[in-house]
T-cell receptor, first 119, second 111 residues
Framework: GAVVSQHPSWVICKSGTSVKIECRSL??????MFWYRQFPKQSLMLMAT?????????EQGVEKDKFLINHASLTLSTLTVTSAHPEDSSFYIC???????????????FGPGTRLTVL | KQEVTQIPAALSVPEGENLVLNCSFT??????LQWFRQDPGKGLTSLLL???SQREQTSGRLNASLDKSSGRSTLYIAASQPGDSATYLC??????????WGAGTKLIIKP
């Protein structure tokens, strides 16, 4: 199946700093990428949906100025957590929808996730 | 508002046993329901997808059922193996792309 990578797999940063997480589709072009956040023992929560070349659509309650999403190419989306605080510590997962998925519903491929710890 | 619940949160069984994982949802107006597997350090893997018009799907030792009217789905795993140890997530689809997720069941198969 299609492969989605994330970098880094884990990161520890100081409060107030910014952290960038990359999501790449390795063997397919992704017109749409999704960013999720997962707190321990909780559900994945969709943060935003990004389409290549356009602004991301954020879910209610997600601060777009804090979580900057850039989807500059068909194979790369980045999530930047700005001025990170301990409450931002979480597991961030991206997924990508194959450009050629056509009518294949839910054909999302998921990255391995990035564990962010803010001290 | 759609809510998805998975019970139990964790399950530990000896190798070889058959087991059932449960998923319930509050709004029966779903497009489809999907079961995923989540392994530490790896991405989510889609196991089975059941369209709203279907009642079950099978893949190998896995069988997933869907009862929309009661808002329930089950994932049946036959002859469990240690390699089945993972967290199993169910997600229902509403609208276009959005998936509503359960919190998962952490499954441990003891050799």
């Amino acid at each position: 199946g299609a492969v989605v990578s994330q970098h880094p797999s884990w990161v520890i940063c100081k409060s107030g700093t910014s952290v960038k997480i990359e999501c790449r589709s390795l063997d397919f072009q992704a017109t749409t990428m999704f960013w999720y956040r997962q707190f321990p023992k909780q559900s994945l929560m969709l943060m935003a949906t990004s389409n290549e070349g356009s602004k991301a659509t954020y879910e209610q309650g997600v601060e777009k100025d804090k979580f900057l999403i850039n989807h500059a190419s068909l194979t790369l989306s980045t999530l930047t957590v700005t001025s990170a605080h301990p409450e931002d510590s979480s597991f961030y997962i991206c997924s990508a929808r194959d450009k050629l998925a056509g009518n294949i519903e839910n054909e999302q491929f998921f990255g391995p996730g990035t564990r962010l710890t803010v001290l | 508002k759609q809510e998805v619940t998975q019970i139990p949160a964790a399950l530990s069984v000896p190798e070889g046993e058959n087991l059932v994982l449960n998923c319930s949802f509050t709004d029966s107006a779903i497009y489809n329901l999907q079961w995923f597997r989540q392994d530490p350090g790896k991405g989510l893997t889609s196991l089975l997808l059941i369209q709203s018009s279907q009642r079950e799907q099978t893949s190998g030792r896995l069988n997933a059922s869907l009862d929309k009217s009661s808002g329930r789905s089950t994932l049946y795993i036959a002859a469990s193996q240690p390699g089945d140890s993972a967290t199993y997530l169910c997600a229902v689809k509403k609208g276009n792309y959005q998936l509503i997720w359960g919190a998962g069941t952490k499954l441990i198969i003891k050799p």
